[in-house]
């Protein structure tokens, strides 16, 4: 699956000291998955937030932040 991201979510992920490959954890292997819409993970032990939104095999993160 190829994930895009949104300008706002790139912002948000370097305000946030989120780097890519936590978020694509997060999307390989969503501890809670709501609708596919919300993600939930715990890459390196923390807990992280993915907002999705986009068509089916391409996902688009919006919002990427640590719970």
């Known amino acids: 699956m190829e994930t895009r991201y949104t300008r706002h979510a790139r912002a948000r992920m370097v305000q946030r000291s989120i780097t890519e490959p936590e978020v694509e954890e997060v999307l390989a292997e969503p ?33 990427s932040a640590w719970d």
Do not use: C, D, E, Y
């Not at 501890?31 to 688009?60: D, I, W, Y």
């Open 31 to 63: 501890l809670l998955n709501l609708h596919r819409q919300v993600l939930k993970g715990r890459p390196r032990g923390r807990k992280l937030t993915a907002l999705l939104s986009g068509r089916r095999g391409s996902a688009g993160v919006i919002v």
